[in-house]
């Protein structure tokens, strides 16, 4: 197979070395993880591009002439996953400590997709490549990508208007918080009626429900007396 660049020469590229991937390690505190789907796209994607971004490293503190991973561990099971011989990296001297705080920085610091922009530039994608095709190099199937495509033929006002008027019902239906205060001598009336009102009921919010039995049973009395 042919060697596989990762990026084209430019002045930008003299800090970079080329070494050969048997003598580049992992880090053992690297927590990232990337699932085998995920990992045989990334080959997918490194081979069909033919350069993918840097591996960061440090000289390995234990192995003279070698290198331990700061950034790049799937990258680097992509690339001898390829047959790729060596890999070009950016050296970042550094100590153990400074080691720890780039593996839990430069692994987990990403943004997130905005949805209809995401669908936006699927569906340019679509232009170029099948849906199918997408699937085997983006991190998301067939079934994730349609789905986001079909974010573009959403009436997002309408939506919108929708989510409005359940949340106006379901705040309508919500119960009330009352609260009042009384004195020590009507506590206790006020208690043992509660606990007889609510005898039987069951489910939600009983004591609240309890109250509203006796309230009713007083207007109840009122009419009728």
Known sequence: MSQIASSSSSP?????????LELIHPHPANANRMSEDRLEKLARNIEREGRYPPLAARPHPDLPCEWQLLDGEHRLKALRRLGIADALIFPWPCDDETALILL????????EDVPAQRAALLQELTTM???DELAQLLPE??????????????DSAALLADLEAAATRTA???PRLLSFAVSVEDEQIIETALAIAQDGLTGHNVRGRALALLARSYLDGRDHG
Request: net charge negative; glycine share 2%.
């Open 12 to 20: 930008a590229d003299e800090r970079l070395i080329r070494v050969p």
């Open 129 to 131: 490549l099948s849906v």
């Open 172 to 174: 309508a239906a919500s």
């Open 104 to 111: 839990t920085t430069l692994n987990r610091l990403e943004g």
């Open 141 to 154: 199937d067939a079934s994730a990508i349609t789905d986001t495509l079909a974010l573009l033929d959403l």
